[in-house]
Structures are given as structure tokens and as C-alpha cells.
């Protein structure tokens, strides 16, 4: 094994399709997503009021090649899907055969309800899936670290989500790319942000769960190949901490921890180049209205990205922060490098010394996230 203790950044689970109907208001319990049998694509959450549906077969699709789940995805039923999916009780021997010792957990169907365009519904769907998501956690409470999801329909609204989110022992918050109110960049957010380092929450940006990079993009580019929405998707976190950057976010909170997930970091230090010569068209020294840094100087402080098998993040660690660099094997989405986590990182990760190994494949996702792992 290359590294024995490592955990994932960025790991999943698929709902169940208890999940939402069983924990939601019963308001919305008749239209709670659900999942429904679509000729010929098997199994799939469909969500009220989004044409698109979620096949299970996409969540569910780690170890699998490419022809398996092309096959996978014309008959997948959710008793197809491998068990630690969703139940706690089988996900712990799935992390050991990987060499993972534990996960930060995002969501899966949740990710397409971030872009979902009725925010009280939203709202609704996300404190089931909390509700469901603090059980599943309390199954190996040393082992799975949740987030909680925020629909922030209104500033007030979502420091009422920070807090209870606090309260369910998840550690951060697991956001949609566009918020109801405003855009994160407007000054009332100041309170939120407050209330995030207050509370010791990390704010969580994942691909896939904002308007301008959604499920539909990624796979109807308005231009080209379908891959070429797959190149699109990580704009949407890009846009998400460029325009927090330079607003002034960090300067004001500077205790303020920004994730982007799943949109990989080898193109880190160029960004920061360019952002860093953007300023300098605009300011003398650098230094816009606003800031007393430079811009680069506050992703460096204040932003963590997690990637899989991005071999150039490791390649370029050293133009950039490598405290920033966090390590996830995506788990169990069809991107995901597991099984095979320990034989990538063995080649991927060769030129790193010891103290890097640890850092970016444990101590520094234990940090950002607080989490009570102790030394491995």
C-alpha cells in the first residue's frame, strides 16, 4: 500500500429513494424526488420541476470500465448498486479495500437540486437529505464526515442552516453554485461568512451544482462534442472564487475557508498568475480596491481544491500552496479512482517527500475540515 491512512476529500453516497420522501416536510412528501424506471436507461431520481433525471447508474459507477457502464446504465436498478452506496454498515470494508480511512461526503442527487429553480422546494429537499445524511454518518462516526447541505435562500435562511448544520455534526456546508438571493460576492453575505468561521464551517463548491455548469452542460456543450462539456465544468467553481477574491471576501474574513471539489488543481498556478497580472493592468502595485494583497496571495490562504488522479497537481506542487492541494477518490461515481486509489497514487505521487505524501493525502483535509482523526 503507498500510503495506509489517507482520506478522501471528495467521496459520495446515493440516496436511497427513501431519502427524500421519508425525511422531508410533509408538504412536499407527494413530490419529494423519487425514483422511477426509464425505458431503457434503468433506473433514475427524477426531481419535481427539472426535466432532467439523475440515472442511478452514474452514481454508482466506480471500478467499472467504460463498456460496463455503457451496460450498467441501460438496466441499472437501484438493488444493483453496491450497498455501501448508501448503507454505513457495508461502506467501512469498501474504504479498507481502497486504503482510504476515511471520507468527506458530498451529495449525489442533491448536486442536481442545487441548480433546481424553486428555492423553497430546494430548500425542503436539502434538510431531508441532512436529516437522512446525519444516520448514515452516525454508522461510523469516526470514518464518514458529512456535509450539510444549504439551499441559501436568503442570508437569514441560510445562517439558520449553518447553525442547525453545526448542530448535526457535519463538518461543512455543501453549497449551490448560485444562491437565491444575490450573488455570494453582495455585502449582506458578510454575516454568513461570519457565522461560517464562527462556527468552524468550511463553505463547500462541488462541480455540476451551478447554472453555468450543470448535469445538462456537461453533457450538451452549447458548442461541439459532448466531451467538450466536460472540459466546461469547472468553470463554475473558477467563477465561484475568483469573484469571492477579488470582492474582498478574504480580506474582510480572513479565518474564511473556501473548498472547490471535483474540479481538479493542476491548473492552479497559472489561474493565479493570470488573476495575479489582471491586477496588475488595473493597480500600479497590484493591489485593486478592496484587497492589501495580492489576489493570488488569498487563494493561497483561503481556497482548497480537491482532485482524483490529477497528476499535474502533484507535478506543479510547488507553484503554489501545496497545503492547498486535498486528495479524493470520488467514490463511488463513475470518476472515481477506486479501487485502484493506491496504484495511481503510487505512481502519481512518486516524487513527493514523506511530509508531502502526508500532507496531501491526510493532514491537510483533517485540517481544513477539522476532523477528529487523530495520527495514522
Known amino acids: 500500500m503507498f500510503f495506509e491512512g489517507a482520506i478522501s476529500a471528495d467521496s459520495h453516497i446515493l440516496e436511497p429513494p427513501n431519502c427524500y420522501s421519508d425525511f422531508i ?73 481502497d486504503g482510504i480511512a476515511a471520507e468527506v461526503l458530498y451529495a449525489s442527487v442533491g448536486m442536481a437540486l442545487c441548480t433546481h429553480p424553486e428555492a423553497d422546494y430546494k430548500d425542503a429537499c436539502m434538510r431531508a437529505y441532512n436529516r437522512w445524511l446525519e444516520g448514515f454518518c452516525a454508522g461510523a462516526p469516526e470514518r464518514l464526515f458529512g456535509l450539510g447541505m444549504c439551499a ?3 442570508v437569514d435562511s441560510a445562517i439558520e ?33 461570519e457565522c461560517a468561521v464562527d462556527l468552524g464551517l468550511p463553505i463547500c463548491f462541488h462541480i455540476l451544482t451551478a447554472k453555468e455548469g450543470d448535469m445538462k452542460s456537461a453533457f450538451k456543450p452549447t ?42 488543481a493542476g491548473w492552479m498556478p497559472h489561474y493565479m498568475y493570470r488573476m495575479d497580472h489582471a491586477a496588475f493592468n488595473n493597480a500600479e502595485d497590484g493591489i485593486i480596491d478592496g484587497l492589501s494583497k495580492l489576489p493570488s496571495d488569498y487563494i493561497k490562504s483561503n481556497v482548497w481544491m480537491t482532485f482524483q488522479d490529477d497528476w499535474v497537481a502533484f507535478k506543479t506542487r510547488d507553484l503554489m500552496n501545496s497545503s492547498q492541494l486535498l486528495w479524493a477518490n470520488d467514490f463511488p461515481h463513475t470518476d472515481s479512482t477506486w479501487p485502484k486509489s493506491q496504484e495511481l497514487l503510487a505512481e502519481h505521487a512518486s516524487s513527493l517527500s514523506p511530509d ?6 491526510r493532514d491537510n483535509v483533517a485540517g481544513v475540515f477539522s476532523l477528529p482523526v487523530g495520527n495514522a
Open 25 to 97: 416536510d410533509p408538504k412536499y412528501r407527494d413530490i419529494a424526488p423519487r425514483v422511477e424506471r426509464i425505458d431503457g436507461r434503468g433506473d433514475a431520481f427524477v426531481i419535481e420541476g427539472m426535466r432532467g433525471k439523475v440515472p442511478i447508474a452514474l452514481i454508482d459507477g466506480a471500478g467499472k470500465s467504460v463498456k460496463e457502464i455503457q451496460r450498467f446504465a441501460k438496466t441499472a436498478t437501484f438493488e444493483d448498486c453496491r450497498l455501501s452506496s448508501w448503507d454505513p454498515r457495508y461502506r467501512v470494508a469498501d474504504q479498507d479495500r
Open 152 to 154: 441559501v435562500k436568503s
Open 161 to 193: 442552516d449553518f447553525r442547525r448544520i453545526k448542530e448535526q455534526g457535519f463538518v461543512g456546508v455543501m453549497m449551490p453554485g448560485n444562491p437565491a438571493y444575490e450573488d455570494y460576492d453582495h455585502p449582506d453575505y458578510d454575516a454568513l461568512w
Open 223 to 264: 458548442r461541439g462534442h459532448r466531451i467538450n462539456g466536460f472540459m466546461q465544468i469547472i468553470r463554475a467553481v473558477q467563477d465561484v472564487m475568483g469573484m469571492m477574491v477579488l470582492a474582498g471576501v478574504f480580506e474582510r474574513h480572513p479565518g474564511l475557508k473556501l473548498v472547490c471539489a471535483e474540479g481538479d
Open 356 to 361: 508531502e505524501t502526508r500532507a496531501i493525502l
